[in-house]
């Protein structure tokens, strides 16, 4: 029996120290320069793995990563529970409640996305020369996991690039997200039924159908069953005021492990079952913002650090760098997954300039992509080579993302918040400080404007994305929204609340600025330009603190004018001196 010893502690505590403070200190870098930290940390392991510390300073590398099987494992062990709990919190972003409502255009998305990045990338994949494969003979199931890979966008990499561009709570944030949640059960469940299937070939035929047919089983009864099961314990949680986030905390954590071990059990990764746990917990709306926001910094700051930098501590990258691969896999899952979703949203009644934004949006493989290829690498279904191309892949589409969609969103036809606003659109003070009730307060002051619809008809529609999708954002400001049949224009409509409401926000303020945007039912357009806008200005303290001290709605207009109107003008002026 082997124990720990004291110097098996000490240097996996070093190895933390440095692992982790590099990582996390060169991400926080790279954030800055609106890069995703996923990049980072994957530097920092090729730096400090065999590529270059053990390349150039074997003595250094082996003193801190010696080749001790119980050292190694100590790492390994942490860096799995970080990707078992990416795939949870990837999960848990997944409101497939939501998604299953937005079937109509996300379902021609998602399908089409997967469909078509896996016939693009199939064929390539199935007549790479022999030398690339790991068993020439499995060149078929090699083939299907390659276009498999190709499916599975990184959904978290695009929430952080709708988030920085204050697009979250849009409804073309909505729907991107909505078809990338789709996107991630299809290809992750394609995913592990081709690894079920390679792991357990030699059993025969008939043991595949049945890891099949349970995977699928368990999916279903998981999406259906289990959603409102994981609803009553996280209601039941809330309404007995249990400690918040721990208990919640606890319990996704173990749902995740249950999940994790049937899926384990069933023949397939224990990752799916960690995936579906998410899903399932995620679809509580008992479970706020805050809550989700506390599980998302804890996998980000500690696990998946530690995870993606153990990546570069494994393989050399300059050893099996080829650059044919690099650029056949980059370009086949970059134009496979743009060219799906292109195709699938030309399916929709969106305008061009949305069908290219969608479009982009499901570009990057990013960290699922990587997580798939190092999990089809321990089942040596993969090389090293091979492998160290999906990470470039993933790591190129990653990288481009961010200026690639931010070139879309310029491309539309700016608008001016000043044209769709009014002091009459303006209540000084909401009377109530309940989130329906505030709504109400809005919708019946639209409902007196001039060519407006009846207030009940707007309240409905507001409160049903609402509910769909909650629209707080930090620092107490909250953006309800709908698109409506019978507009014909924008209309903006401003309350403030002094105590502010409970708006399950994900810093956990409460909501004292709440702007009422109603758009014409196809215009994503303005929507998208009009709530970036007014998220991005009121973000700045100052006018926060002189919009909740104004004397009364005349004065807060005045404010309003003088904002909207410089930033206005400042961004034509920007675009006249380019």
């Not at 599975?152 to 078809?179: C, E, Q, W, Y």
Request: net charge positive.
């Amino acid at each position: 029996m082997h124990y720990l010893n004291e110097q098996n502690i000490f240097l996996f505590l070093v190895q933390i120290v440095i692992l982790l403070g590099s990582a996390r200190g060169l991400g926080e870098l790279f954030r800055k320069w609106k890069q995703p930290p996923l990049t980072a940390e994957i530097l920092v392991g090729i730096f400090l793995g065999p590529s270059i510390l053990g390349r150039f300073l074997p003595f250094w590398h082996q003193a801190i990563f010696p080749n001790d099987v119980i050292q190694q494992n100590m790492l390994e062990t942490v860096a799995w529970i970080g990707v078992l709990f990416l795939l949870l919190e990837t999960g848990l972003e997944i409101d497939f409640a939501s998604a299953w409502r937005q079937r109509g255009d996300a379902l021609k998305i998602a399908i089409s996305d997967v469909i078509i990045p896996m016939v693009i990338a199939f064929i390539p994949c199935f007549f790479l020369p022999d030398y690339y494969l790991a068993n020439p003979e499995q060149r078929l199931l090699f083939a299907i996991f390659m276009a498999t890979v190709m499916t599975i966008s990184a959904m978290p990499i695009t929430a952080r690039v709708l988030h920085d561009l204050n697009l979250s709570k849009t409804d073309l944030g909505f729907l991107i997200m909505s078809a990338l949640s789709v996107n991630d059960i299809i290809g992750w469940l394609i995913f592990t039924l081709v690894l079920g299937f390679f792991t357990q070939a030699s059993l025969g035929l008939a043991k595949v159908f049945i890891i099949a047919g349970a995977t699928v089983g368990f999916t279903a009864v998981c999406l259906t069953v289990g959603r409102k099961l994981a609803d009553k314990v996280i209601t039941g949680i809330k309404v007995r005021k249990m400690p918040q986030p721990g208990v919640p905390l606890t319990f996704i954590c173990v749902l995740g492990a249950l999940c994790g071990a049937i899926t384990q059990k069933i023949g397939v990764h224990a990752l799916f079952g960690f995936f579906i746990a998410g899903i399932m917990a995620g679809g509580s709306r008992a479970l706020s913002e805050n809550v989700r926001q506390v599980i998302s910094q804890m996998v980000y700051a500690i696990f998946v650090p530690l995870f993606f930098v153990n990546i570069g501590l494994k393989v050399d990258f300059f050893k099996n760098f080829d650059i044919f691969l690099v650029l056949l896999i980059s370009g086949i899952g970059i134009s496979g997954r743009f060219l799906g979703a292109w195709l699938g949203v030309n399916l929709t009644k969106l305008s061009k300039t949305n069908r290219l934004s969608i479009a982009i949006a499901h570009t990057p493989g990013g960290a699922m992509e990587i997580v798939v290829g190092l999990l089809a690498l321990e089942y040596n279904l993969i090389t090293e080579p091979v492998f160290v191309a999906i990470v470039f892949g993933a790591l190129i589409s990653s990288v481009i993302l961010g200026p690639w969609f931010n070139y879309s969103i310029k491309r539309r036809k700016e608008v001016s918040v000043l044209e769709y606003f009014s002091a009459r659109g303006i209540l000084g003070t909401i009377k109530h400080n309940e989130r329906n009730s505030a709504i109400q307060e809005l919708c019946e002051l639209a409902g007196s404007q001039e060519d407006m619809p009846e207030a009940e008809s707007v309240y409905e529609a507001v409160v049903k994305r609402e509910n769909e999708m909650g629209t707080a954002v930090e620092e107490g400001i909250a953006v309800p929204h709908a698109r409506l049949p019978e507009l014909k224009r924008p209309v903006i409509l401003f309350g403030r609340s002094y105590g502010g409401i409970e708006w399950n926000s994900p810093d956990g303020k409460p909501a004292r600025f709440i702007f009422l945007i109603l758009t014409p039912e196809n215009d994503y357009d303005s929507q998208v330009q009009i709530l970036g806008f007014i998220t991005k200005t009121m973000s700045d303290g100052k006018i926060r603190d002189a919009i909740i001290h104004a004397e009364d709605k005349h004065a807060i207009w005045s404010i309003f004018q003088k904002i909207f109107a410089s930033k206005h003008v400042s961004k034509n002026k920007k675009k006249s001196c380019k």
